[in-house]
């Protein structure tokens, strides 16, 4: 089954403006991620969090995970023209199944 | 669908020895694959972007010479862990960007390889 479907699909933004994506699944998890990729790169990973924590923080990222709605949420603060990418959820299993991503931009 | 195949799925060795992972797209060509590690009950980390016919980029922190990666061809990428030690014991995952399809930049995963050092 597919794990992590983001939303929306594509967003642009002032920057400075804060940007926030969300990410839903399927089926129970001990731990949800969130990384970005920059065209042609590689996953970098953003933050995890796991199943017991209900809100993370680090930097100008903010996370959320509501398990009984089986979602999460990414909130950019302040954003920057760098900021520009796409960002996708995955979930623990075993193979790894990222959606579609939201591809973010950020207008300077 | 694209397909990434890894070989071998589970490797053990002793400490000292090296191990060689290979990561291979099966009906595509990939100028660009990506090596990760996980640790258990953690996230994918990057260590390298292999370019075929050019020299890996890798990670701060990641060390080329522990790590050697080989792009040989448009289909196969290698992965050798050399004088491997405990604390390399990882799941080596792999991924390749299909650049002939309308999303050149999604990333196809294989299956990973478990690594664990004696």
Redesign the interface.
């Known amino acids: 089954s597919q794990q992590g479907e983001e939303d929306p699909q594509a967003l642009s933004i002032q920057e400075g403006e804060n940007a926030t994506m969300n990410c839903s699944y399927k089926t129970s998890i001990n731990n949800l991620q969130w990384y970005r990729q920059n065209s042609g790169r590689g996953l970098v990973h953003l933050i995890l969090i796991r199943s017991n924590e209900r809100e993370k923080h680090s930097g100008r990222l903010r996370v959320t995970l509501d398990t009984s709605k089986k979602s999460s949420s990414l909130l950019i603060t302040a954003s920057r023209a760098a900021d520009t990418a796409s960002y996708f959820c995955a979930t623990d299993v075993h193979q790894f199944y990222f959606g579609t991503g939201t591809s973010l931009t950020v207008i300077p | 669908g694209a397909v990434v195949s890894q070989h071998p799925s589970w490797v053990i060795c002793k400490s000292g020895t090296s191990v060689k992972i290979e990561c291979r797209s099966l009906d595509f060509q990939a100028t660009?694959m990506?090596w990760?590690r996980q640790f258990p009950?953690?996230?994918?980390?990057?260590m390298a972007?292999s370019n075929e016919g050019s020299k890996a980029t890798y990670e701060q922190g990641v060390e080329k010479d522990k790590f050697l990666i080989n792009h040989a061809s448009l289909t196969l990428s290698t992965l050798t862990v050399t004088s491997a030690h405990p604390e390399d014991s990882s799941f080596y995952?792999c991924?390749a960007?299909d650049p002939g399809t309308r999303?050149?930049?999604?990333?196809y995963?294989g299956?990973?390889t478990r690594l664990t050092v004696l």
């Open positions: 660009t990506f990760y009950k953690q996230s994918l980390m990057l972007t995952i991924s960007l999303s050149p930049d999604t990333q995963f299956p990973g």
